[in-house]
């Protein structure tokens, strides 16, 4: 699943390459030819890229005018958004939008881009924008991110709704997935099943502050483990602290807390110190490592391209996915890894 560091940092790179041009657009496998038609109709030229969570908004119209027509991308599972300043390869069956350079050289495109996801809609800022976002929770790598909501989302939770639930719920806050709901909790050392009701402001702000820092970092790096060498709870038998790791079924996906770090205890009382809130958004951190060198580090760590899967793509990273074919590179194991977690998964599963 792409998750909301993985759509930011395509958005950063797409504001480089494709904001401020003019593009001819079509739909390979058709299945996104209305919405094609109507960005050539509004004039092809791509004046700006939003990133809500993992929802990013491509705002098409004419260079100076207002936005005519806006594209709605949700990656999924498996979608990409490839940049090609070189030679672009074919497209495939799950190409939904091409975008061409209309400027050319030697009559060749200067720049395309192709894009397949699981979801591509197409509307006006009222129709589509505003209505999507009206129903998301703040994103912590969002300039404008407001961290009271998601405090009174916890606050407001009647139901005993618990916090694991919470992180998933994209109405609470935006952009997080299941391995960084494992990891964040880890670290803020909260049980997953611990009511959302019964945590302190303070507590709260530690977790919000530690979503921030930890999706900051795999905004950076372009990893979902950061600057770590690998998990530290999420899909391990021992977490890094020694613990034992326990995993469970929550909402259909799997969840693992360390039995040593992470206790529950819904009755506890609220505790009234606070903590300062860490500042949100990516703006002000600099150039993040490029996205072939993201893709090579995965590959000789033993990270994996599915583990966090990678939705921005360019000629470095084609080319690198093709050196790898080459030299039959086999991936060595994660560090703290457990090498047979899927196998026990299955097991339980009775796969």
């Known amino acids: ?19 401020g041009r003019r593009f001819k657009a079509t739909s390979p496998n058709k299945r996104f030819a209305a919405g094609a038609r109507l960005i050539m109709k509004a004039g092809g030229f791509l004046q700006k890229i939003e990133v809500h969570g993992k929802n990013m908004f491509y705002f098409f119209g004419k260079k100076g005018g207002k936005s005519g027509v806006v594209m709605h991308v949700h990656f999924g599972m498996a979608g990409a958004f490839a940049v090609y300043k070189e030679e672009a390869p074919e497209t495939t069956p799950s190409t939904r939008l091409r975008l061409e350079d209309v400027e050319t050289t ?8 192709h894009l397949s996801a699981m979801t591509v809609e197409h509307g006006t800022v009222s129709s589509l924008y505003a209505r999507v976002i009206a129903k998301l929770g703040p994103d912590p790598l969002r300039e404008d ?24 719920d994209q109405s609470a806050l935006a952009g997080v997935g299941n391995i960084y709901r494992t990891e964040t909790l880890y670290e803020a050392g909260i049980h997953p099943e ?9 507590e709260l702000t530690k977790l919000w502050n530690i979503i921030v820092k930890q999706m900051q970092d795999g905004f950076k790096t372009g990893s979902i483990w950061g600057k770590k060498s690998g998990p530290q ?10 613990g034992t790791v326990k995993e469970w079924t929550m909402g259909g996906r799997n969840v693992f807390a360390c039995s040593k770090r992470q206790q529950l205890d819904a009755r506890r009382q609220p505790t009234a110190q606070t903590e300062a809130i860490a500042r949100s958004g990516t703006k002000h951190m600099g150039r993040m490592v490029p996205a072939a060198a993201a893709e090579d580090k995965k590959r000789r760590s033993g990270e994996g391209l599915a583990v966090q899967h990678v939705a921005l793509k360019d000629d470095k990273t084609l080319a690198g996915v093709r050196a790898a074919k080459a030299a039959g590179r086999k991936r060595p194991p994660l560090a703290g890894a457990n090498p047979s ?8 599963l009775g796969a």
């Open 145 to 168: 991110a407001e961290p009271s909501r998601f405090l009174a989302f916890c606050a407001a939770q009647k139901s005993n709704k618990n916090i694991g639930a919470v992180l998933m």
């Open 194 to 202: 611990q009511p959302a009701n019964t945590l302190s402001v303070a």
């Open 106 to 113: 030697g009559g060749k495109p200067r720049l395309c881009a």
């Open 341 to 348: 977690a899927k196998r026990v998964r299955a097991a339980k």
């Open 233 to 242: 709870c999420y899909d391990r038998s021992n977490s890094a602290c020694g």
């Open 1 to 19: 699943m792409v998750e909301g560091d993985g759509c930011h940092r395509v958005a950063a790179e797409h504001r480089k390459w494709l904001v």
